[in-house]
């Protein structure tokens, strides 16, 4: 077996297994829902980013938690690419110091940049969990996050994280459907 044959194996293992990182998809698309009400709910455009940054932040605990529900792991320690993953996902953390930037100096672009940022960080996992759908939908998500943002009022913002929650709820069904196909 070759190395590129081991490393396929891995990336299926990690996709049948993980169910294609449904988890985090949901919770990201839960996560979505909740900075929308946010942004229905109330007009402080300081506070409702301070929020919307604290339930973005939860996503791997809502994850987690989801996993217990599901049956679905969290992880895959035994899967040396599973840690792959993680990097792809720790990646976005390079982000914060710029979105600090945003939120004391241009709040009301802070939840564009969220979007953006969540959005094209899954380019990356389409070729962890050997889907094309990660790469689609990152460029799906960008481009719709910057049309919202360009046609829309500012007092429309909460058309961003509804979006996100309406994107990230497509590509679960899509990732889901796609992983029972896998077996």
Request: hydrophobic share 55%; charged share 10%.
């Amino acid at each position: 077996m070759t190395i590129k044959d081991t490393i396929d194996e891995l990336r299926s293992d990690l996709s049948i297994k993980m169910k294609n990182g449904i988890l985090f998809i949901i919770a990201g698309s839960v996560s979505w829902l909740v900075m929308m009400l946010i942004w229905l709910l109330n007009k402080d455009v300081f506070m409702n980013n301070l929020f919307s940054v604290i339930v973005g932040g939860m996503v791997s605990t809502f994850a987690y938690f989801l996993s217990r529900l599901t049956k679905i792991p969290f992880s895959a320690p035994e899967n040396h690419l599973g840690i792959l993953g993680l990097i792809l996902n720790l990646s976005s953390l390079f982000y914060i110091p710029f979105n600090f930037l945003l939120l004391f100096f241009v709040p009301e672009y802070l939840i564009t940049s969220l979007a953006t940022i969540t959005g094209a960080h899954f380019f990356g996992y389409f070729w962890l969990y050997k889907t094309v759908w990660y790469a689609v939908f990152a460029g799906v998500i960008v481009i719709g996050v910057f049309l919202i943002k360009l046609l829309l009022p500012f007092e429309m913002i909460y058309m961003i994280p509804l979006f996100m929650f309406l994107a990230l709820g497509v590509l679960s069904i899509i990732l889901y459907k796609e992983s029972k196909n896998k077996r």
